[in-house]
């Protein structure tokens, strides 16, 4: 798969209904507000997570999968500014994490020079 260039930063900033470093800077990482792309207590595949919110994978870097408890956060640097999280199930879920048939929610912009979680 061909790698374009990441997406600018106003494309991203325009993704969310809040100013992602505002928000960033006051709050903890999973108090961060969610992408409103999957409904509260659901689940969907990412492949449609990312069509939703317009998003094509070969102009995000896959940066790592960070486990914590029996959650996993796949990450992705889509603009020079700015990363997008997802949350799905650990282990117990199978497949990798990076698998665009897997189950996401949690969906999150986070400015890309921040820790996560």
């Not at 494309?11 to 470093?21: C, E």
């Not at 207590?41 to 790592?64: C, H, I, N, W, Y």
């Not at 960070?66 to 497949?95: A, N």
């Amino acid at each position: 798969m061909e790698d374009l260039p990441l997406y600018d930063d106003v494309s991203i900033r325009k993704l969310a209904p809040f100013d992602i470093d505002a928000e960033w800077k006051r709050t903890r990482y999973l108090e961060m507000p969610c992408l409103d792309v999957v409904t509260g207590g659901e689940t969907r595949p990412r492949l449609r997570v990312f069509a939703q919110l317009g998003l094509d994978e070969r102009k995000m870097r896959r940066m790592s999968a960070d486990p914590d408890g029996r959650v996993v956060f796949p990450r992705w640097q889509v603009s020079p500014s700015y990363d997008l999280v997802v949350m799905t199930g650990g282990e117990e879920e199978g497949g990798h994490p990076f698998d665009p048939d897997r189950s996401v929610y949690g969906v999150r912009l986070i400015p890309h020079a921040a820790r996560w979680p």
